[in-house]
């Protein structure tokens, strides 16, 4: 019994090392996510590069792709640049949660740009709201990262993939 822990212990640790699915399709190694030309505005507002906060920053260090952020009027636009599915993409939800804002779901939003999911996040007096979209490169809209990730791993939408996540701190997105 000891013998049979020890093997499968093995090929576990050694599954470690193994490229994913999607990460090697043809023995070359995937190159880092390709970035899409930007328009001068999002929604009719210029967008204005700005540096990634340092907590942005820490996070794109690890990021398999690009990540930049910019303000388009009231808003604030941060885009990420993925050519694969990793569980490094995930909802800016998770990531307020983790920092003790208070998540609250909204009806997920249809504008003429494609589907969106919503949230409003609470903490400390302050009021975010919060819209994210998944963009695959032949221009077809994810409003959800689970959705995306699933979908990307099993090869059913082709990137790169640009992630939107858009924070306004007023009512206007409602």
Known sequence: MRCLAWVVFLAAAL????????DCRDGRPRPSAERVSLPGEFEGEKLVAEPLTEREAAFAADFPGTIERFRAGGQVVILRWADRATHRVHSAATCLAASGWSVEPLPAERRSSGDWSRFRAAKGGETLLVREQIRAADGTTIADVPSWFWSAFLGQ??????VMTVVARSAAMD
């Open 15 to 22: 599954t470690a090392f193994l490229p994913g699915p999607r």
């Open 157 to 162: 939408t082709k990137g790169p993939w640009l």
